[in-house]
């Protein structure tokens, strides 16, 4: 009799552990869900090894503050396919393979629903991007850490290696970061081999990111802009307080965290 005694505390706390476990609400945990997806070329022919990456944006399940994911970077299996867990957000894809065009994409992951990615690539020799689709990756890019609701502050297209004056967009940058207000800019010049694109976003939570990115791909070499396989853009969050203010070079850039 004494033994039962002693052994009912214990008793009670494994129950209450496992109420916890089995009543405790799904969204507390972050849910993840599995992305099926296949790269072909204009044929329907599978593109083996392709490269995928991609990043975007989640909530926290417990407080349901969106944050930017760590990128993700996987490649296709020898016929074209590949998974990959995600949990829910919106996301940002970039397809790249030998002899083929840059591919991006924008899709939603929604947990309980099927989530497949079909991924169509055409053939390039140079493997590049145009300008045009530069942009307009770009501006995706910002929008994405901005908020589709985010004012524009500029526009500018350079045709001198040289940054353009860019007086009035940093005025227009700081007076929305005072504000609180979402915002996104950029402005394009020449590089050494390509056309080099710097952005800003800041959203209404007062992050604020600085977005390089030229048309052969990452600028991991610097503003030159040299070909890189495994990265389309450059997105660094700039740190507290912020002052966007021009470098040695003469481009705008703030501090990195």
Request: with cysteine; aromatic share 8%.
């Amino acid at each position: 009799m004494k033994a039962n005694v002693n052994r009912s505390p214990l008793r009670a706390a494994i129950v209450q552990i496992m109420a916890i476990l089995v009543f405790c609400p799904a969204h507390s945990v972050s849910q993840t869900t599995e992305i099926r997806g296949d790269v072909k070329d204009a044929t329907g022919a599978p593109i083996p090894k392709a490269s995928i990456y991609i990043r975007g944006w989640t909530k926290d399940p417990t407080t349901g503050v969106p944050s930017l994911t760590a990128p993700k970077s996987i490649e296709a299996d020898s016929e074209g396919t590949f998974e990959i867990l995600l949990p829910e957000g919106k996301y940002n894809l970039l397809a790249q393979s030998y002899a083929f065009r840059p591919e991006t994409l924008a899709f939603r992951v929604i947990s309980g629903r099927a989530n497949n990615i079909h991924i169509v690539m055409k053939l390039e020799s140079s493997g590049s991007l145009s300008v045009e689709e530069s942009r307009q990756y770009l501006r995706s890019e910002l929008l994405n850490l901005a908020g589709a609701s985010a004012h524009s502050c500029g526009q500018v297209q350079s045709h001198k290696p040289a940054p353009p004056d860019l007086r009035s967009e940093e005025t227009c940058i700081q007076r929305s970061i005072k504000a609180g207000f979402s915002f996104w800019v950029y402005y394009e010049r020449p590089g050494v081999d390509s056309v080099v694109l710097r952005g800003f976003a800041g959203n209404a939570r007062g992050q604020v990111f600085q977005v390089d990115f030229d048309s052969y791909g990452f600028a991991s070499e610097g503003l030159g802009g040299r070909p890189n396989n495994k990265a389309l853009t450059a997105t660094a969050e700039c740190s507290l307080p912020i002052r966007i203010q021009k470098s040695g070079t003469g481009d705008l850039e703030c501090k990195h965290r």
